[in-house]
Nanobody
């Protein structure tokens, strides 16, 4: 069965860094665009970053552009989110996601908490 498992979240001070991982199984990982979303308490879920199946193209929300980097290692069925220069506004639960059959099916991980605070 399809499964996505995020890891790497935690507590970090403003200006610090974290590297999130999302491991996929049960599907052909390299065939799909992978996305990172986040949701903070009382806020709407927002798309943070996306990467094409071969890793050739990426896109970022304006709020994280220049600070976050999405990458993937298809041999390990894993997508990463390197988060640098973290701000308190980055505090949220981070989820990885992909769409199958041109959006007919959605798959989500369980999420990993990122807290940026002094």
């Amino acid at each position: 069965q399809v499964q996505l498992v995020e890891s790497g979240g935690g507590l970090v001070q403003p200006g610090g860094s974290l590297r999130l991982s999302c491991a996929g199984s049960g599907f052909t990982f390299s065939s799909y665009v992978m996305n990172w979303y986040r949701q903070a308490p009382g806020k709407e879920r927002e798309l943070v970053a996306a990467i094409t199946g071969d890793g050739g193209s990426t896109n970022y929300a304006d709020s994280v552009k220049g600070r976050f980097t999405i990458s993937r290692d298809n041999a390990k069925n894993t997508v990463y989110l390197q988060m640098n220069s973290l701000k308190p506004e980055d505090t949220a639960v981070y989820y990885c996601n992909f769409l199958m059959r041109f959006g007919r099916y959605e798959y989500w991980g369980q999420g990993t908490q990122v807290t940026v605070s002094s």
